[in-house]
């Protein structure tokens, strides 16, 4: 009786504090916008895990989202470009050296576009930065095709390119939220 009258007493001022708790009305609306984000990916994991590890609040936006996606993007691509640099100094295979050129100028191009994206996202040119990243996903695939083509050798990108693949197309989806608003 008596627990069941303190029960009574408390349980409405508990659901008072959780519900006009900003932080976690706040987090809870920003994984409503990863999620919204993440859905469209083939790896809703590894998108979820990029935008996590990577908040520095518990809220955020979509002009947020697409921030963290870019730098990750241009960190993805920036030490793929350099690993394929390392390959093609460390490989005598001929064929494996011709795919990885081909590797070597599409991330070149990814670096570029997103590079010159984020100098337009961080002026808030919404448009200009969602105009420079669509080159990126045909130069991303290029390379992941370069590797399909007889003599087709194995493939060290593999992983990279999804991983690549997924970061671009976050950035891009994250970024047409923002041009929605």
Do not use: W
Request: aromatic share 8%.
């Amino acid at each position: 009786m008596a627990f069941s009258h303190c029960f009574s007493l408390f349980f409405p001022l508990l659901v008072i504090i959780l519900l006009t708790n900003p932080t976690l009305s706040e987090a809870q609306d920003s994984q409503v916008l990863i999620d919204e984000v993440c859905r469209q990916m083939e790896d809703y994991g590894f998108c979820n895990r990029v935008f996590h590890e990577n908040m520095k609040s518990p809220s955020i936006d979509y002009v947020g989202l697409t921030a963290i996606a870019m730098d990750q993007t241009i960190t993805n691509a920036t030490n793929t470009y350099e690993y394929i640099l390392d390959l093609l100094r460390n490989t005598t295979d001929q064929s494996l050296r011709n795919v990885l050129v081909a590797c070597e100028n599409a991330f070149a191009i990814v670096k570029s576009s997103f590079g010159d994206a984020l100098q337009s996202f961080n002026r808030k040119d919404y448009d200009d930065m969602f105009k420079l990243e669509r080159d990126a996903p045909r130069a991303q695939a290029s390379c992941e095709t370069s590797f399909i083509a007889p003599p087709s050798p194995p493939n060290p990108l593999a992983e990279r390119n999804r991983e690549m693949r997924i970061l671009i197309t976050m950035a891009i989806v994250s970024g047409k939220e923002i041009l929605k608003r």
